[in-house]
């Protein structure tokens, strides 16, 4: 029988050679398209042909793919606790807390990539920042009712103080 974590290096593995192999073709498809422009503007004296812009795709297309990589990666775990922590007695599986956590990584997921993606595209991550911290400052400014009792609720939602 296998520990966790030599169950979690393995599909870890597994999951990530498809994508390197995918990363590998278009790093390469890039270099060999990039070497036909450059011997193709020399033969044809063209001053110069800017494809910076093909870099950027296929950079996007790289965090596009271990996005991807990563999200099916948090389902196999989620499926591995699961699975380990299925009761055999016949009571009820609560998987909530799986689930919630599930959910938040997958959100943890999308917001790092969103600020990775806006790194590639040159879009200022201060002025970026600054703007959703000053959002984020009048949402809460104006929600507080509602910040307070969604606190709450999580708060009793992991405490679990009642039961069935």
Known sequence: DKSATAYILEKLYTMIGNPLRWCSWFVG?????????????????????????????IELVIVCIFIRTCFKFILVLKEHFQTKNTRTDGGYNDFSSINTLYRAIQVLVIVVAFFIIMGILDISLASLAFLSTAVLGFIAFSQQELIKNIFGGVVLYFDQPFSE
């Open 29 to 57: 498809l890039w270099v060999i398209i990039d070497l036909c422009i450059s011997l193709f503007s020399v033969s044809v004296k063209i001053v110069s042909i800017d494809i910076s812009w093909s870099f950027k795709i």
